[in-house]
């Protein structure tokens, strides 16, 4: 049985010793930022801060704050219940294999299936815990202990919203993760970048004319598969709710908003209504992104306030990034894994994926690939700069097949030995992520492939290739029976 919220999740990481409650009061500036950095990066647990305060504003705050809930990989693996990601990826390739029926029994067998995908439709119910209280009158932003993570931000940040808004186009929804800057007690800013589905539903707003605002919802705190689906890069009008009950094996339900046009987690701890403006938008920023560096003050819709609901005692979930690893690597690490069956679906000769913490998810991406024509690795390239979610990689390195692909030093190895610079190297020129800082102008810039596979003749090289310097299977048996009475211990023994 899925978790039904937020909370299940919470008791379940308790039980397995991944959840700390700090009781100390702590400042929401800046203090929780480098707190949960330093837990993050050594590993550690997620954190419940029940006693957040604010030294700069005399406040202290009624609600507790989450952070670093899928902030290591058995998390991750605990908020999906499986004992591995790739247990998902084999569950997405069972789907993705699914054959059309050609006759009446094949019909019959594919039904059970049928029925399965048809139970995972968001579920529309009359109410939920986050109707509790609703406050329509008198509800302010200030309530809520919204971080200030690093020095240099432009103000205190909503880190783990999940935005959910509906196409003027065609109707259908989105929700993505999108920071959201504190102005006022009624006003945050909607950080979507150009190339998110927020951003395509405010672009749709303006071509079609019919009115100036746009309803916004936004869910904080949620089950975790359902918050991890925020983030996920799903394709274009794929309903993140429904693959949320992929995922979850259970539908996620929805409950109507009060004041806008939408539905949201009936299960969510807080829920924010409101609406986004064409004729308001504002600086935001600057903000302490992903990559280790400031995003800079840019302009962005503004977000209204009109409504909050509640539960009665609700619990406020934040995350913080910064120099990689932190906990969207994990989300990113899960985005790796779920989302290769896909890639293998539609280039199947590809092995396998990987997409280093230092690469801050679109600065470098390591495929291995089952060469089999000349000119295979630059292909493969080219349709994963064509892939959606992988169209603003910076560089990609392309190794053969028997390359573990999440082994650095394996592949800086290799590749290093099998590249010719100029011959090996290709450049290109499209578009890059929103938050690129190194790229010629904003959100357009170059790329780097690498062919670093062994070159075969019929590539053009004429020279004989050499055999890598591998031990006699025979010798190391006879070594391996030796050692124990060598008196040679190794730090890894």
């Known amino acids: 049985m899925a978790y039904q919220d937020l909370r299940d999740f919470l008791a379940r990481l308790e039980r397995a010793g991944e959840l700390k ?8 500036d800046l203090e929780i930022t480098e707190i949960t950095d330093r837990v993050s990066k050594a590993g550690g647990p997620a954190l419940l801060f029940e006693r957040p305060r604010s030294a700069s504003d005399g406040v202290s705050y009624a609600l507790p704050l989450l952070i670093n809930l899928l902030g290591t990989r058995r998390r991750v693996e605990l908020a999906l219940e499986v004992g591995s990601l790739e247990d998902v990826a084999r569950r997405i390739e069972d789907l993705l294999d699914m054959q059309p029926p ?20 968001p579920k529309n119910v009359r109410s939920g815990p986050v109707k509790e209280v609703i406050e329509r009158e008198n509800f302010s932003l200030a ?51 150009v190339h998110k589905g927020g951003a395509e539903h405010f672009r749709w707003l303006a071509r079609e004319g019919k ?77 302490g992104d992903h990559t280790g560096y400031y995003s800079l003050q840019d302009k962005f819709p503004a977000f ?83 892939m959606p979610g992988a169209m603003f990689t910076k560089c990609l390195v392309v190794v053969d097949h028997d390359v573990n692909v999440h082994d650095s030093g394996e592949v800086a190895w290799k590749a290093l030995n099998h590249i010719d610079p100029e011959r090996d190297i290709q450049f290109t020129l499209g578009p890059v992520d929103q938050l690129e800082h190194a790229s010629r102008l904003p959100n357009f810039g170059s790329k780097m492939g690498v062919d670093a596979t062994r070159k075969w003749p019929s590539e053009g090289f004429t020279r004989p290739w050499p055999d890598e310097i591998v031990m006699d299977p025979e010798v190391r048996k006879k070594v391996d029976a030796l050692w124990p009475g060598l008196g040679l211990k190794l730090s890894a023994d």
């Not at 094949?106 to 439709?121: A, C, I, N, T």
């Not at 993570?149 to 989105?174: A, E, H, M, Y």
């Not at 209204?304 to 989300?331: A, K, N």
């Open 211 to 287: 009115s100036r605002r746009m309803d916004v919802a936004v869910a904080l705190g949620a089950d975790p598969v359902t918050m991890l689906s925020g983030v996920l890069p799903l394709p274009q009008d794929l309903d993140e709710f429904l693959f949320a009950g992929f995922l979850r094996q259970d539908p996620v339900e929805l409950v109507k908003c009060e004041t806008v046009d939408l539905e949201v987690p009936a299960h969510a701890e807080i829920v924010l209504e409101g609406y986004v403006d064409l004729d308001d938008i504002r600086p935001e920023g600057p903000f």
């Open 304 to 386: 209204h306030l009109t409504c909050i609901s509640r539960r009665r005692d609700p619990i406020y979930v934040s995350t913080v990034v910064g120099r990689p690893p932190m906990e969207d690597y994990w989300m990113g690490y899960a985005v790796e894994r779920l989302f290769l069956p896909l890639m293998r679906k539609q280039m199947p000769e590809v092995v396998d994926v990987h997409m280093p913490a230092e690469g801050v998810f679109h600065n470098l991406l390591i495929v291995s690939i089952r060469k089999s024509y000349p000119g295979h690795a630059r292909k493969v390239m080219h349709a994963i700069w064509g």
């Open 21 to 28: 409650r700090v009781s100390a009061e702590v400042d929401v």
């Open 143 to 193: 309530r809520l202990p919204v971080m200030k993570c690093w020095p240099q931000d432009g103000g205190r940040f909503i880190t783990f919203p999940l935005v959910i808004t509906r196409s003027p186009k065609n109707g259908r929804r989105n929700v993505g993760c999108y920071r959201m800057q504190v102005y006022d007690e009624r006003t945050t800013g909607m950080h979507w970048q």
């Open 102 to 121: 050609e006759g009446f029994f094949d019909k019959v067998k594919l039904l059970p299936r049928l029925s399965e995908l048809g139970s995972f439709f």
